[in-house]
């Protein structure tokens, strides 16, 4: 956590600074990423990846962290990487799927730009995620029924944080201009920015 403490930059969520932080959570697997790359592409905005930072900065992959540390040491990176670790502005940020999960954190997330939530069905996310070994918390005997578990968990967080956008059978142009449609929307609603 000492390297998120090292590298703390604050900025305002003034308009005239920039545009608010656009944060994009829901399950993993259901296309954050690669929808968040193109709607960065399309806003002119950065790209972060929390799984992708957290991973560089402690310098070993997400399962290697839950390994060594347990799932509360990868929460605890987590929380700060929300917190100090990135750029208050002008950001598409892709959330892991249980970082809006954790207490304050959903507040926060909104607090900082605007959430969308991505869905899609249970089946649909075991498709995209059963290649990787990258998911501990899929490593089980039975990912579909883990999947549903969590998702049980986790979609009142979701709904509750975000605005929620279908990724379920659509192509990534029409996921990516419904994204884009809602962040003007809610920038200009909440923030004052477009």
Known sequence: MAKYAQSEVRFSKAPSEGRPNLYLIGFMG???SAIGRAVAKALRMQFIDSDAEIEER????????FASEGEAGFRALERAFT????PGVNCVVSCGGG???QPGMSDL????GVVVCLFASPQTLLER??????????????????????????????????????AESRSLQDVVRNVI????REAYRNFGSR
Do not use: F, W
């Not at 917190?83 to 990135?86: A, D, Q, R, T």
């Not at 997330?109 to 900082?112: A, D, G």
């Not at 449609?181 to 003007?184: C, G, I, L, P, Q």
């Open 129 to 166: 995620t059963q290649m990787s070994n990258k998911r501990p918390l899929l490593n089980v005997a039975d990912p579909l029924e883990r999947i549903k578990q969590l998702l049980s968990q986790r979609e009142p967080v979701y709904m509750r944080t975000g605005i929620g956008v279908s």
């Open 83 to 86: 917190e100090s670790g990135h």
């Open 30 to 32: 259901v296309g954050k």
């Open 181 to 184: 449609r809602v962040y003007r």
């Open 109 to 112: 997330l909104m607090s900082k």
């Open 58 to 65: 402690a310098g070993k992959p997400i399962a290697d962290i």
């Open 99 to 101: 970082l809006p999960c």
